[in-house]
């Protein structure tokens, strides 16, 4: 794919949604960050279930540690893999009281050290809290990066530095989001949705339906 092609492509994304955001229901980069540990294999719907009940008790480090392993298991109960993760957002918020004064760090390499967090949570908190034009590749993106050409590659990390090179800068903050929901609602795993696709045009994909 071209560099007019891809261009081309992000304006018409952006077309059909100007300002795309995460569907993670967040007052904060604290409970962004525990929206997103929470989300891991599971769907932002679910995560959002939980979080409205367990953020009006627990909306910061301080009182997500005053509520404790027991209760907080409680509220998370629903969600796939809840004892790991309430290990580490209980680890985590030690860490971000002790060494961050409550904060959630806005570096890279500090939120990389915090229990739970890889290198794709870093990237959701960096750039929907803090604005970086950061690209966490999930699934989605994977998928919608190699059928269309944008960017192909074998692992995630590869499509994500490959698209931090390719992106156009003026789309580099949205592109996550413009990708992650073009493939969770059109561009869908089993069956894409081309007939209703933006950027048929533009796809590369050699099995487009329609
Ligand atoms: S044309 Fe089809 S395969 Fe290509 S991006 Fe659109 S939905 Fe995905």
Known sequence: MNSATRQELFACLKTVNPNPTTELEYQS???????????????DKSVNLAT???FAVADTPRKMLMLGEE???DFIKSIGLFKTKAKNILATCRILEQQYNGEVPRTREQLEQLPGVGRKTANVVLNTAFGE???AVDTHIFRVANRTGLARGKSVLEVE???????PKAYRHDAHHWLILHGRYVCKAR?????????YHLCEYKDKTA
Do not use: G, Y
Request: charged share 20%; proline share 5%.
């Open 29 to 43: 980069s604290f409970e962004l960050l525990i929206a997103v540990l929470l989300s891991a294999q599971a769907t």
């Open 52 to 54: 409205r009940k367990l």
């Open 71 to 73: 209760r907080l298991l």
């Open 133 to 135: 034009p950061t690209i």
């Open 161 to 167: 530095l490959k698209l931090l090179k390719v992106v």
């Open 191 to 199: 069956k894409p949705e081309c007939n209703r696709c933006v950027i």
